[in-house]
């Protein structure tokens, strides 16, 4: 490097001593070769998908496995699996599934407290099986149904009232108990509304 101790700018790098600076190599530099790993005879061999295990070939090594079921492997990664969801009729309401009866049994209490509600169209139908089996509970009467209600209503009052006025008011009425009309959608994200009543 041929360098002024007064010059800034006007430095002049050269290849010697750049190599001089640099720690010299006292092996020669060598070719590196990628070996293919040698199979193992004792193996049989297999066509097609590759098996899950090598032990379950090697414990029976005369006959050859015809069947697929242990050649796929389940990939985990610690998320959640989903699947196609034929045939389920589950109201999911964009919630997992401790949430979701969470809201149902809070929106359930609501209803029995004040008689009417307004909600989304979705948790409102919901929530409509829920609200008739409470009130089936009710007209059974007895401390089992009791109990059975108090553990999803969420207010203890609501249960004791709910069983003293049903046997009256839906004695003579098999289902049915509540009443579902459609009004405007709610005002920011159009979400189609409802009120939910009991009948």
């Not at 002024?4 to 640099?22: E, H, Y």
Request: with cysteine; glycine share 6%; net charge positive.
């Amino acid at each position: 490097m041929a360098c002024g101790s007064n010059a800034s700018l006007s430095c002049t790098w050269s290849m010697a001593t750049l190599r001089s600076a640099l720690p010299s190599l006292r092996c020669a530099p060598s070719r590196v070769t990628f070996a293919r790993p040698k199979l193992d005879p004792t193996l049989p061999s297999f066509t097609g998908l590759a098996p899950l295990s090598p032990l379950l070939s090697l414990s029976s090594p005369v006959s050859k496995s015809t069947s697929f079921e242990h050649s796929f492997t389940i990939i985990d990664n610690g998320g959640r699996i989903s699947a196609m969801r034929h045939g389920k009729r589950v109201p999911k309401l964009n919630r997992p599934p401790d949430q979701r009866r969470a809201l149902l049994r809070g929106l359930t209490t609501q209803l029995l407290k004040y008689g009417r509600i307004k909600t989304t169209r979705a948790r409102a139908s919901a929530m409509r099986k829920y609200v008739d089996k409470m009130i089936t509970l009710a007209k059974d009467g007895s401390l089992h149904k009791r109990r059975q209600a108090l553990g999803f209503i969420y207010e203890k009052q609501i249960v004791h009232a709910l069983f003293a006025e049903v046997p009256d008011r839906y004695g003579d009425r098999d289902g049915g108990y509540t009443r579902i009309i459609r009004t405007l959608p709610r005002r920011g994200d159009n979400a189609p509304m409802a009120y939910i009543e009991l009948v």
